[in-house]
């Protein structure tokens, strides 16, 4: 293959590779849009996984115990969102001191809100406290 | 904007393992007759070793980097004092690395999803060692006896290196090493341009997202396309056999701290080594003894650490013995059909394949490939698809949900193997 032919084919390559992986969105989503709202965009805010609400609870308030979700996904161990909340501090044997529920209306037979304290509300998603 | 400045700071860190410990410009410490990304290979899996190394210890990632760093600075300033401008001349030839880098850099930035196994496993061994903990903190996190840790120590590290403060910034290693070894392996033609050529097409071909979700085969792909590309030079017999054999050996040793399956891969590269007639009788036993001591050296350090093994409760050595001829029977044609499947839709091993049989129908005897070379992808082949039959027959597990979960990733990491023979045999048919 002759130079120029072979300089030809290596812009082609570039273009196929930046059209294979999306590049000029992947660009305006980083530059565009902060990290916090492609969580909420990539696992939901107060619904799916619901990752963005943790992460804004992670940032607002101190919390000194353990954590737990709980979503309204059906589960099959990848969507529960545990990994989100984990924390190398306590092991599983430690008893659980907050929880966060994502789509309490979905998940009302499950809770009574009544036995937790209300940390924080947002539509139905709530941050609580486990009353001793 | 601040997240570009981090990948593109990043890269130069990753960079970094390539320039340290030994000078790629001189010939004082390594053979003349190694050519420079060689020189890089070497310096990029010691310092995997040394940070394998530094993952036994009782001391969190947050206590030893300002050290690392601070020495890899003081060392490349030494080192590199009186090469500052071949620095500037080897950038240039690595722009394609750079621009690649780059370009899929944005991409896992932008996405960030986690896979699977990643959330349940990895993800968490990382926030361990992101949150000050070390090795033996690990038995605390009950899945944690699935896989090694090598590959989250490492996610962990540059994660904690990251001044923005996201997980995704420590996978991005795992990108960089995947870039490497693609670049590395794709310098098989005098011209430079040919080289970028194949580089470009090779990512192309290969790269998606999901591989860099944060699942740990990708590190197993990229090692095996170095440690075969070295296995073809140790053959070829014109460059410093003792030099590849340290290459070989050193990125084998990292397969077994990566993935439970990373063993198979570690002793198929001894059977590999230990057929080969060129090594002597006593250097064959020293292998043995080394590659077996790294072996029960694994097995030490989870015992210290007291992590258990938990591919024991998958291979229960009862429900091995019970197997009746008839679920064997419809566990093998399940097996076959899927790995048929999953075979056609992976791009390197379709490749290798089509040529294998073009070069034994078309090519004649004296044009083919070094025999030698092919034997041992035969040889790695079978092992490989012995490894995935016994391990699929002898799981206690429904077969077609373990095959469905778990066989594509398997045959992208085997596929690693064939990448440099795969280039290496359509540069020839294209260049010849």
């Avoid at chain 2, 410990?21 to 410490?29: E, H, M």
């Avoid at chain 2, 993935?259 to 090594?279: A, H, P, T």
């Amino acid at each position: 293959m002759k130079k120029n032919n072979l300089y030809l084919f290596i812009i082609i390559l570039l273009f196929l590779i930046v059209h294979k992986i999306d590049f000029l969105r992947s660009l305006h989503d980083l530059t565009v849009i902060g990290y916090d709202d492609r969580i909420n965009n990539t696992y939901g805010f107060c619904d799916k996984e619901g990752i963005g609400y943790v992460n804004f609870i992670k940032k607002n308030f101190d919390i000194d115990g353990k954590l737990k979700i709980k979503n309204s996904l059906k589960s099959n161990n990848n969507n529960s969102g545990e990994w989100s909340v984990y924390n190398s501090n306590f092991s599983e044997q430690n008893k659980t001191d907050y929880l966060i529920i994502i789509n309490y209306e979905k998940l009302k037979k499950k809770f009574n809100l009544n036995n937790y304290k209300i940390l924080h509300n947002f539509k139905d998603c709530y941050f609580l406290a486990i009353n001793d | 904007m601040i997240e570009i400045l981090q990948i593109l700071l990043f890269f130069f860190i990753f960079i970094l393992l390539l320039f340290i410990p030994f000078n790629i410009f001189s010939s004082l410490n390594l053979p003349s007759n190694i050519d420079i990304v060689e020189k890089t290979s070497l310096n990029l899996v010691i310092n995997l070793n040394l940070l394998l190394f530094l993952s036994f210890l009782p001391l969190s990632i947050q206590s030893i980097q300002p050290i690392v760093i601070l020495s890899y600075l003081l060392v490349l300033i030494i080192s590199y004092r009186k090469n500052f401008d071949l620095i500037f001349v080897f950038f240039k030839s690595i722009s394609p690395l750079f621009i690649i880098f780059f370009l899929l850099a944005i991409n896992i930035s932008s996405e960030i999803f986690l896979g699977w196994d990643a959330k349940f496993f990895y993800y968490i061994k990382s926030l361990f060692f992101y949150e000050e903990k070390t090795i033996f903190d690990l038995y605390k996190f009950e899945h944690s006896m699935w896989h090694p840790h090598y590959g989250s120590y490492l996610w962990g590290f540059f994660w904690t290196l990251s001044f923005v403060d996201n997980e995704h910034f420590g996978r991005l290693f795992y990108l960089f090493l995947f870039c490497y070894s693609f670049f590395a392996v794709s310098k098989i033609n005098k011209k430079q341009l040919i080289n970028n050529t194949i580089f470009l097409i090779l990512i192309f071909l290969f790269y998606e997202y999901n591989f860099f979700s944060g699942l740990q085969e990708i590190l197993i792909f990229s090692f095996l396309v170095l440690i075969s590309k070295y296995f073809f030079l140790f053959l070829k017999n014109n460059k410093d056999e003792m030099f590849l054999l340290y290459l070989i050996i050193l990125f084998s040793n990292l397969l077994i701290w990566i993935k439970s399956e990373g063993i198979v891969y570690f002793f198929i590269l001894l059977i590999l080594l230990l057929i080969q007639n060129k090594i002597s009788i006593k250097r064959r036993l020293f292998l043995s003894a080394l590659f077996i001591s790294f072996y029960l050296l694994k097995l030490v350090i989870y015992d210290i650490s007291n992590l258990e093994n938990g591919q024991k409760i998958l291979y229960d050595i009862e429900y091995i013995l019970n197997l009746d001829f008839n679920l064997i029977f419809y566990k093998l044609s399940n097996i076959v059909v899927w790995f048929f499947y999953y075979l056609s839709n992976n791009i390197f091993l379709s490749i290798f394949i089509f040529l294998i049989f073009y070069e034994k129908l078309f090519v004649k005897e004296k044009n083919r490939i070094n025999t030698s070379y092919f034997n041992i992808l035969i040889i790695y082949s079978f092992f490989v698809i012995l490894f995935i039959i016994s391990a699929y027959i002898f799981r206690e597990m429904e077969i077609e949900y373990a095959i469905r979960t778990t066989m594509d990733r398997l045959l992208m990491t085997a596929s690693g193997f064939f990448v440099y023979p795969s280039i290496k045999l359509l540069n020839k048919k294209l260049y010849r």
